[in-house]
Structures are given as C-alpha cells and as structure tokens.
C-alpha cells in the first residue's frame, strides 16, 4: 500500500513537471506605460495554437518543439511576432497603435453592434474599470455611471435604477447574468450582486439607462443591467482577491467600529478548444447597520415629523424602526 501511494504521489508530481518542460511562459505590457495587458492574443505563428493574457498580463502555451514564432495582437496595439528558442520566462512589450473605431456592445441588442448604432444608451464598466474602481465591489462602481441611481440596503443587496423612482428591489428593472434573468422566483425583483457573479469572474457590466421593454421584455421600464462573466476558455488560471476594511465608523449605535472582510478566488482551466472548465467561490463577512430607532413619528404624506411618545402612550404609535406598528387603531381595548 505504502509503495502504491509513492508511486502515485510521483505520478502526480510528474505531470506538471512534463507541463512546464513544454510550455513558454511570460508576461505582456505596455511599451509606454509598462501597464500590465490583459486579454493579448497569442498564437504559435503557422498553427492553430494560442491562448490569451490572463488579468496580469502573464501567459503559458505548450509547444513540443523550438524554435517557434509567437504573434502578439490585440486591439490597439501592433502586430508584433517574436522568435522564441528557449524556454526562459518571456518580457514582450508591445507598442501602442491608434486607429479610428468605434466602440462595440456586446450584449446589449443580443448581437454585437457598433456602441454609436445601437437604438439605446449604453453606459458600460468594462475590465480595467472594475480592477481600478476604488467602491467597495463592481456593483458599487455602477453608481457612479451617468444617469444610474444605486440605492443601498445592505453589503450585498444594492437596486441599480435609471428612470423614476427606486427602492429596495425595483420590480421594473431586468438583470441579466450571461443572459439569463437573474429575478428572485416570487418576488419579481433582482437581487443585486448577492445571487451574482464574484469580481473576479466579471469580465463587463452593461446598463441601458432607458426603457429597454423593446428588447428586453415588460420587466425593464427602468432599464436593463446586462452582466458578462468570464470566458474560461479565455481567461485561463488562478485568481485571489483580498479586500479589508472597517465600516460603522461613528455610530451610535456601535461602541467600535466593525470589520469588513471580502476574499474570493477564481480558477479556469481549458483542455482544448472544445471543453474548459471554472470554479468561483466568495466569503463576505462584515457588521450591518442596525434599525434600532424607536422614536415616534408622525406621517403627513410625503413629510414629517418626530413626536413624543411610545407605544404604551401614544395609540397612533408609529416607530421609525419599529414594525407591526401600522394602525391608527387603538388595540388595547380589543385585548
């Protein structure tokens, strides 16, 4: 048995070696800004073999035989091919390339368009605006997208809308996850990021600000959020993220303030151009505000007023933080 489980280990351990043994390895940037690239095409010039830059710029494509030629090429910078004949790690720059363009949506009429032909506006957060976004989450950051109201009512449960009026959980608004609607089975309304995608596997977020029923369905009177994960075949390898923070800051409530811990991984591995696989986790842990406010209040449409007294001496008693509190009725004379 001992010797069956040396063996094993020994196979184990000897596969990623034989791996590494056929892979070229290294890391893109820019030539200007030595700003790590994203998302670079990367193909064994006269085969069909390539892979792309993972969030860091770093790459790994097998291949039995050297010499080879690597194409490099991406969307606004140059074609550039370079000779490999070692397996040393690689540093490849690429330079900058201006064309006229214009931008391209994804998702946001079902088949990608140019951004300046599309029936709808369109405001978009795309890779690099969610890894340099300093909110608390990607979902935060579409707050401060034009013509996007985000109201908050907790960590996890944020209400994107664009039109009227929000609240907690706007039954007008579509959100859809690579497609599929994203509603709470009952209750009509999207839950935020809390039944989402981690950061780590969101690639860009689309909203259309306007009514989008046209395309959308009946739900997006207020307007429509389109999530786009990950591709794995694309975005290939292991990623962490580690937020930390404190909240509850000069609370009353609080006697301290109160940690804030956010961890994720994500992890995508493609066999071939036919199957690939990825596996994302995330754990939030933090301290809530509390609703511990039990002042009276007096309503009169859409103003008020805080009033004297409590539920034991006021009948129309109507707490600020208090529920099972609606009546006008006095219903200690029914007990």
């Known amino acids: 048995m001992k010797k069956f489980l040396i063996i094993s280990c020994f196979f184990l351990l000897s596969l990623p070696l034989f791996s590494q043994q056929n892979a070229i390895s290294g890391k893109v940037k820019n030539k200007l800004t030595n700003e790590e690239l994203s998302s670079?095409?990367?193909?064994?010039?006269?085969?069909?073999s390539g892979t792309y830059t993972d969030n860091k710029g770093n790459f790994v494509i097998h291949t039995p035989t050297l010499p080879v030629t690597l194409v490099l090429s991406s969307v606004g910078f140059e074609t550039t091919e370079i000779n490999v004949a070692s397996r040393d790690m690689l540093s490849i720059s690429l330079?900058?390339?201006?064309t006229m363009g214009e931008g391209i949506v994804v998702a946001s009429t079902k088949t990608p368009i140019k951004i300046l032909e599309s029936p709808v506006s369109i405001?978009?957060?795309?890779?690099?605006?969610?890894?340099?976004?300093?909110?608390?989450?990607?979902?935060?950051?579409?707050?401060?997208?034009?013509?996007?109201?985000?109201?908050?009512?907790?960590?996890?449960?944020?209400?994107?809308?664009?039109?009227?009026?929000?609240?907690?959980?706007?039954?007008?608004?579509?959100?859809l996850v690579d497609g599929m609607d994203n509603q709470a089975p009952g209750l009509n309304f999207f839950l935020g990021s809390f039944l989402g995608l981690t950061e780590l596997d969101v690639e860009s977020v689309e909203i259309l600000p306007g009514a989008s029923s046209a395309?959308?369905?009946?739900?997006?009177?207020?307007?429509?959020?389109?999530?786009?994960?990950?591709?794995?075949?694309?975005?290939?390898?292991?990623?962490?993220?580690?937020?930390?923070?404190?909240?509850?800051?000069?609370?009353?409530?609080?006697?301290?303030?109160?940690?804030?811990?956010?961890?994720?991984f994500r992890w995508a591995k493609a066999f071939n151009n036919k199957f690939a696989f990825k596996i994302g986790a995330q754990y939030i842990q933090a301290t809530d505000w509390l609703?511990?406010?039990?002042?009276?209040?007096?309503?009169?449409?859409?103003?008020?007023?805080?009033?004297?007294?409590?539920?034991?001496?006021?009948?129309?008693?109507?707490?600020?933080?208090?529920?099972?509190?609606?009546?006008?009725?006095d219903l200690r004379n029914f007990l």
């Open 40 to 48: 670079i095409t990367i193909v064994i010039k006269g085969t069909s």
């Open 95 to 98: 330079n900058p390339f201006a």
């Open 123 to 175: 405001e978009r957060l795309n890779l690099n605006a969610i890894r340099n976004t300093p909110a608390t989450s990607f979902y935060d950051a579409t707050g401060y997208l034009k013509g996007v109201d985000l109201t908050t009512s907790s960590f996890t449960f944020k209400t994107i809308s664009t039109r009227g009026f929000n609240g907690s959980g706007s039954t007008r608004v579509n959100q």
């Open 215 to 264: 395309l959308y369905g009946p739900g997006g009177v207020n307007g429509t959020i389109l999530i786009n994960s990950k591709n794995p075949f694309k975005y290939q390898g292991l990623s962490v993220q580690l937020k930390e923070g404190v909240s509850n800051i000069g609370k009353e409530q609080r006697d301290n303030v109160t940690p804030f811990h956010d961890f994720s």
């Open 291 to 329: 609703a511990s406010d039990s002042s009276n209040y007096s309503r009169a449409g859409n103003i008020g007023k805080l009033k004297p007294g409590t539920r034991q001496t006021d009948p129309n008693y109507d707490g600020v933080n208090v529920y099972g509190d609606e009546t006008k009725v």
